[in-house]
């Protein structure tokens, strides 16, 4: 809000609330979409080492995002369906399924809380009820407004201020609209058109606005007064003002309940922010069709400080993967070296389990090392200097090229550096990165697998058998069942570039 770096503190010490705008699943997420979840778990993850619990809600956006961030246009959910043989329904369960599955590639930690906004109409309502009780409401025919004019500091969060509203609102498209960047807070279907996805309101039938699903989501799950909330910049404009407020009409408070605002700067390509509304855009899947691994890309972020708008090319790619199978390649030798000893065991344990608390972890690296080899608190404070990602990897690759240190501390030093980087740095095999134009999972895993479902089915194990085939598939390996026996393919995406 600041635009200024200040001292975190959380609301309860000990434990952060984290909220953060997710994806709207009318289309796959491209890699610049995924540099904000990157972003956001990189924020998570440093926030864990630091020792802190995090309970991290992400929404997922189902209904109600315009074609424009104001109020023109059309619902991408309904536009995306018109455009296809599937309902929006159809349509936001599978695109949320393929971007959890491109978090997961990405090593992208899962937040505590998914939600999904048309799980949370009636909340809505109640809410927009509220706001309209409050005088903060009008009604057009096209469906409830909020009045922007009533709430302290409009626009503060996007440097806006009273006289340069228009900045917010470029068209004014909507008739009666009292201020040009008035919002909806409810969408009426207009007369004698349905829509696919509406539901019945005070204000008619109609849906939700998209600022007011994460106004209720966020403070459903975190409480009227939480720490961090998280979006690519672009929301910093529009739709975060609009949830601030909201949220001061709601609280019934100049304050909008969030006490920290966080934003990730665009991904560039060909000099240009990476959207699917400019129709050349990269999914995670095109840059591993490319032989590319997943954590490269990763790596390729942590390269940036998130605040800074982060240049896109193959070659830049290529030179970040090159940059971690070096890294890998070093810890390769460090764990030959080091043989299997107890530093191993207590990785090993701990798996760097998802479930498992970052602050035990570190602590069982940290207890293991012999006095001075502690790197652990030099990445602690790069990355609390606003999340210096760049001094982290340079903190990480003189941490690797340390002929002083023994390799089981390095070891130990590196472990606790991937809790906060992410890199699956102990667990991936440098050959994983050279499996150029045959990414993902090895030929001879895929043989294994075919033969345990083989023997599943003759023992009627129907169950693990599917457990099987879903976990290939996952993987992007399709299987087909022929009279001549089993046989399995790579499953190429549908191309993309069926966004607005
Ligand atoms: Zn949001």
Redesign the pocket.
């Known amino acids: 809000m600041g635009r200024s770096l200040e001292q975190f503190q959380p609301i309860v010490p000990g434990f952060v609330r984290l909220y953060s ?1 997710g994806l709207t699943v009318y289309n796959y997420a491209h890699i610049g979409n995924l540099r904000a979840y990157l972003f956001t778990d990189t924020l998570r993850r440093t926030l864990q080492f630091k020792g802190y619990e995090v309970l991290h809600v992400m ?1 997922i956006t189902d209904v109600g995002h315009m074609t424009s961030d104001q109020d023109e246009g059309e619902d991408k959910m309904e536009l995306a369906s018109a455009r296809s043989e599937k309902s929006p329904w159809e349509l936001s369960e599978f695109y949320t399924q393929e971007f959890k599955k491109d978090l997961q590639r990405l090593n992208i930690m899962s937040p505590s809380v998914w939600c999904k906004a048309t799980d949370h109409i009636e909340e809505m309502l109640d809410f927009a009820k509220v706001l309209e009780d409050r005088g903060y409401t009008y009604v057009l025919d096209s469906g409830l407004y909020f009045d922007t004019s009533k709430v302290k500091d409009y626009g503060r969060l996007a440097l806006i201020d009273g006289k340069d509203l228009q900045v917010g609102a470029r068209i004014e498209a909507i008739p009666g609209k009292r201020h040009p960047a008035d919002f909806a807070v409810w969408r009426r279907s207009p007369p004698g058109k349905q829509r696919l996805m509406e539901w019945m309101s005070p204000w008619g039938p109609g849906a939700p606005g998209w600022h007011l699903e ?1 106004s209720v989501m966020s403070l459903k799950y975190l409480g009227r007064h939480f720490d961090i909330h998280t ?1 690519g910049v672009d ?1 910093r404009q529009v ?1 975060h003002v609009n ?1 601030i407020a909201q949220n001061q009409a709601f609280l019934n408070s100049d304050s909008s309940g969030v006490n920290i605002w966080m934003h990730n700067e665009f991904l560039m390509f060909e000099e240009e922010k990476m959207s699917k509304s400019t129709g050349h855009f990269l999914r995670l899947e095109s840059l591993i069709e490319r032989g590319f691994h997943p954590l490269s890309y990763r790596y390729f972020t942590l390269m940036a400080s998130y605040r800074k708008q982060l240049q896109f090319s193959i070659g830049s790619l290529a030179a970040a993967q090159t940059g971690l199978h070096r890294m890998l390649r070093s810890v390769a030798q460090l764990k030959e070296r080091a043989g299997h000893q107890d530093w191993y065991r207590a990785v090993e344990e701990t798996k760097f389990s998802r479930g498992a608390s970052f602050r035990v972890v570190r602590q069982l690296l940290e207890d293991g090392l012999p006095a001075g080899f502690n790197r652990a608190d030099a990445l602690d404070e790069a990355l609390s200097e606003d999340l210096n990602t760049p001094r982290a990897l340079a903190l990480l690759s003189s941490l690797l090229s340390d002929t002083a240190m023994p390799p089981a501390a390095t070891l130990r030093n590196v472990g606790s550096f991937d809790l906060a980087l992410g890199l699956n740095l102990l667990s991936t095999a440098p050959e994983e990165l050279l499996d150029q134009g045959e990414p993902g999972i090895a030929e001879a895993e895929i043989q294994r697998l075919m033969a345990e479902r083989r023997s599943a089915r003759q023992n009627r194990d129907y169950r693990r058998a599917d457990e099987i085939r879903e976990e290939l598939l996952k993987a992007g390996i399709q299987l087909k069942d022929t009279p001549e026996g089993t046989t399995w393919e790579r499953v190429l995406k549908p191309p993309t570039g069926d966004g607005e």
Do not use: I
Request: proline share 0%; glycine share 14%; charged share 15%.
């Open positions: 705008c929404n994460c979006g929301h739709h949830e």
